[in-house]
């Protein structure tokens, strides 16, 4: 097979996006049922070779740089859009993979610039006949509900994980990562790009609430540069200031991990998500998880988690407060935690994955 993919986001973005591309790359060089992986970088026309070292390690010789010029395109069996980027005319069949429909359902989360290039993309893979691939049941059904795609048409692979994300780790390594960062445990962690759906307001207000509650720990907060973020910021800078919270900027995925390992609690109360990948890394880790149970977060967490209302900061100070307090609760969330990741590692997710390939190409 001759797979085509547009591996921009994988070099020129963060988030969760990008994540899902860069891990669908390096499954798919890993795997023997692909003999070439030709990668596009559609946001840019070109990149070099070198470019793609540098984000995704080294290149096996099944991996191919090329520019989205027709006679490359023709000659493919497949091309699989990971991102918002349709190829130009020419590629025979096409996957393109549908995040979530947060500009639909919620509009007021997004920048009009991002609503109206998220829909462009999904019209544009549909009126082109794409085979759409959710990254999840939650995201299949929104599908459905807000596009009136038949429940069949949509198939549903989940994002894979990095194996990084492990609960075996080199803990003096992470001791050393964390301290880098002016981290010290005990702490309380979240993780998610700064922009109004991934719910800060309500977690800062919960954290505020707590207090004593939360003895000696720090709110560590992981946070990508996201929009309309303004008057988030300026609330954590204050927190930063007072101690209560270390915020962090972007970070690579083994320093991450070793946050995630030692972390005692992972919260992440976002009000919509096509999948949450953040839960699924915090799992695999082993660190116990406090998210929504909303959208696709119980399907991602299932009774691995505790599950609250995004909207009640009470809610999710009180979730916060009894895992802190329950070390025994925190070991069987970690247990179950481990179990439910094993879920979204690549070797399950694989084939999947290429029995939609084989079905888009028929």
Not at 38 to 66: H, M, N, Q, T
Not at 155 to 166: D, G, Q, S, T
């Amino acid at each position: 097979m001759r797979l085509g993919i547009d591996a921009g986001r994988a070099l020129h973005g963060r988030g969760g996006v990008a994540t899902y591309t860069r891990e669908l790359i390096r499954s798919l060089l890993g795997s023997a049922r692909v003999d070439e992986v030709i990668l596009f970088d559609l946001d840019r026309g070109w990149s070099r070779r070198d470019a793609f070292v540098r984000e995704l390690g080294p290149l096996p010789a099944k991996a191919v740089v090329a520019p989205p010029v027709r006679s490359e395109l023709e000659g493919l069996n497949l091309f699989h859009a990971p991102g918002y980027a349709m190829p130009p005319v020419g590629a025979p069949h096409h996957v393109f993979t549908l995040h979530d429909l947060t500009v639909l359902s919620h509009p007021h989360c997004h920048t009009l610039d991002n609503r109206v290039r998220s829909l462009a993309s999904v019209t544009e893979a549909l009126v082109r006949g794409s085979t759409i691939l959710a990254v999840s049941k939650a995201t299949r059904e929104e599908a459905v509900r807000l596009l009136a795609l038949p429940f069949d048409s949509v198939e549903v692979v989940p994002p894979m994980l990095n194996p990084i994300f492990k609960v075996a780790g080199d803990h003096g390594a992470d001791a050393t990562a964390a301290a880098r960062l002016g981290v010290r445990q005990p702490y309380v962690l979240a993780v998610a790009s700064l922009e109004p759906r991934k719910n800060f307001g309500r977690l800062l207000d919960a954290w505020s609430s707590l207090g004593g509650a939360t003895g000696a720990h720090q709110l560590v907060v992981v946070a990508a540069e996201g929009w309309r973020q303004g008057r988030i910021r300026r609330r954590l800078e204050r927190m930063t200031g007072d101690g209560s919270v270390v915020k962090i900027g972007h970070i690579s995925d083994d320093v991450l991990a070793a946050l995630y390992r030692r972390a005692n609690v992972f919260v992440f109360p976002s009000l919509a998500e096509g999948f949450g990948l953040p839960v699924a890394e915090a799992m695999a880790c082993g660190t116990p998880v406090v998210t929504s149970q909303i959208s696709s977060m119980p399907e991602v967490a299932a009774d691995a988690a505790l599950l609250v209302d995004p909207e009640e900061a009470d809610e999710i100070a009180a979730a916060i407060a009894r895992l802190l307090g329950d070390q025994d609760l925190r070991r069987h969330l970690r247990d179950r935690g481990l179990e439910q990741a094993r879920f979204f590692f690549p070797e399950g997710l694989v084939p999947r994955l290429f029995e939609v390939y084989r079905r888009a190409a028929l």
